[in-house]
């Protein structure tokens, strides 16, 4: 079964920077189409970004491009998001999910952007 588990959440003030990490197991990595998904409080989860199987293919809200980047090490079987320039309004809990999958979520973890 597919295991997600994020890390690198955090509280920043604005302007600041993260790097969070999503760890997979269960499965072959490379097999997976692996997103980022974020819910803040009293919002719907919504999508951030995405990154294809070969890494050929990356996807990114309007809302974070330019700032969030995407990556995945196959090596190690992790999908990295390096968020810069953050903003209060980034602030949500961060998910990662496999092949847009309802079944395979992460734990989450918080990322917090003081103004």
């Known amino acids: 079964e597919v295991q997600l588990v994020e890390s690198g959440g955090g509280l920043v003030q604005a302007g600041g920077s993260l790097m969070l990490s999503c760890a997979f197991s269960?499965?072959?990595?490379?097999?997976?189409?692996i997103g980022w998904f974020r819910q803040a409080p009293g919002k719907e989860r919504e999508g951030v970004s995405y990154?294809?199987?070969?890494?050929?293919?990356?996807y990114y809200v309007d809302s974070v491009k330019g700032r969030f980047t995407i990556s995945r090490d196959n090596a190690k079987n992790t999908v990295y998001l390096q968020m810069n320039s953050l903003k209060p309004e980034d602030t949500a809990v961060y998910y990662c999910?496999?092949?847009?999958?309802?079944?395979?979520w992460g734990q989450g973890t918080q990322v917090t952007v003081s103004s």
């Open positions: 269960g499965r072959t990595f490379d097999d997976y189409t």
């Open positions: 990154i294809s199987i070969s890494a050929g293919r990356t």
């Open positions: 999910n496999a092949d847009f999958s309802m079944k395979y």
